[in-house]
């Protein structure tokens, strides 16, 4: 059996970076290490992470009630409101935010200011797009994943809005939903702030999955970029399997295979990676 294993897979930048910043603070860090949300979405590192002590919180009413120690702002970033809370109590802040999201709060912070409606093209319930949110003026911000999210934008020839994307969010889709908008000959600009790491990910799968007889994608349940390239790879080969880690994995052993791809989301780490690589190779 021939076994492909996307280069693209696994940590990208962002999360590489959040998740060394986290560890550092664990190791340095006596007096409580906090990080807003999990620090990715991936149950085995969160795990290693609360064995060493770092506790994650969910809410603003449980940070409003710390009032020692550090909290790290994940990759995903936060709204202003979060930062301002980490202030008023005193408390240390390691900022593990992305630097391409945290480009998009200073693009949504301008745009806004200068006028625009925001729309954010994404989930409406991803931490990411949460964050966003909180940088654009109340009322004037929106989110759409599809297009009929479109219709029920503030209509008014006064308007103009300014689009920008979840980094995370399927390339293909975006350039479709902003095709509507020009379509409707709607007041706009836009930026693509699709994530370059991302947009070569989706697009090694979509390559890997049209050419094999078998799919496996890895990632945690939770993961929006990880359930994106299930969608790319199961919409290119019907035998597309969708895990976690290898403890998970039914893969038919009377299989007649002779190919199979392997990508995994930007929170999985290659240990799990190659875990599962093996196992293909020697026991299949």
């Given at each position: 059996m021939?076994?492909?294993?996307a280069?693209s897979a696994g940590?990208c930048?962002?999360v590489?970076r959040a998740?060394?910043?986290?560890y550092?603070a664990a190791?340095s860090?006596k007096?409580?290490?906090?990080?807003?949300?999990?620090?990715?979405?991936?149950?085995e590192v969160v795990?290693?992470?609360?064995a060493?002590?770092?506790?994650?919180i969910?809410?603003e009413?449980e940070?409003a009630s710390?009032?020692?120690?550090?909290?790290?702002i994940?990759?995903?970033g936060v709204?202003?409101?979060?930062?301002?809370?980490?202030?008023?109590?005193h408390?240390?802040?390691?900022d593990a935010?992305c630097?391409?999201?945290?480009k998009?709060?200073r693009i949504?912070?301008?745009?806004?200011?200068?006028?625009?409606?925001?729309?954010?093209i994404g989930?409406?319930?991803?931490?990411?797009?949460?964050?966003?949110?909180?940088w654009?003026?109340?009322?004037?911000v929106?989110v759409?994943?599809d297009?009929?999210?479109?219709e029920?934008?503030p209509?008014?020839e006064?308007r103009k809005?300014?689009?920008?994307s979840?980094?995370?969010f399927?390339?293909?889709k975006?350039?479709d939903?902003?095709d509507v908008?020009k379509e409707?000959e709607?007041?706009?600009?836009?930026?693509n702030?699709?994530?370059?790491?991302?947009?070569?990910?989706?697009?090694e799968a979509?390559?890997i999955?049209?050419?094999?007889?078998?799919?496996?994608?890895?990632?945690?349940?939770?993961?929006?970029?990880?359930?994106?390239?299930?969608?790319i790879c199961?919409?290119e080969?019907?035998?597309t399997y969708?895990i976690q880690?290898?403890?998970d994995?039914?893969?038919?052993?009377?299989?007649?295979f002779?190919?199979?791809?392997?990508t995994?989301?930007?929170?999985?780490p290659?240990?799990?990676?190659?875990?599962v690589?093996?196992?293909?190779?020697?026991?299949?």
């Amino acid at each position: 059996m021939q076994v492909i294993v996307a280069e693209s897979a696994g940590f990208c930048f962002g999360v590489e970076r959040a998740v060394k910043m986290v560890y550092e603070a664990a190791d340095s860090r006596k007096d409580g290490v906090y990080t807003f949300g999990p620090i990715i979405h991936n149950e085995e590192v969160v795990g290693d992470l609360e064995a060493r002590g770092v506790k994650v919180i969910h809410t603003e009413e449980e940070l409003a009630s710390l009032t020692l120690g550090c909290v790290v702002i994940r990759s995903h970033g936060v709204s202003p409101k979060i930062y301002d809370l980490i202030e008023q109590n005193h408390l240390e802040l390691v900022d593990a935010t992305c630097p391409f999201v945290k480009k998009i709060h200073r693009i949504v912070r301008e745009k806004s200011d200068e006028g625009y409606e925001i729309v954010i093209i994404g989930n409406p319930s991803h931490p990411e797009v949460e964050g966003i949110r909180g940088w654009g003026r109340e009322g004037h911000v929106f989110v759409i994943s599809d297009k009929e999210a479109i219709e029920n934008l503030p209509q008014g020839e006064d308007r103009k809005y300014f689009l920008v994307s979840q980094t995370t969010f399927q390339l293909k889709k975006f350039e479709d939903l902003v095709d509507v908008f020009k379509e409707k000959e709607y007041n706009y600009d836009v930026v693509n702030t699709i994530c370059n790491a991302t947009a070569v990910r989706q697009e090694e799968a979509y390559k890997i999955a049209s050419s094999v007889d078998a799919m496996i994608v890895i990632g945690g349940r939770n993961s929006s970029n990880t359930q994106k390239l299930y969608d790319i790879c199961k919409g290119e080969c019907n035998n597309t399997y969708y895990i976690q880690t290898l403890q998970d994995f039914d893969f038919p052993k009377d299989n007649d295979f002779g190919t199979v791809g392997i990508t995994a989301g930007a929170s999985t780490p290659k240990k799990i990676i190659k875990e599962v690589q093996d196992y293909v190779r020697t026991k299949l």
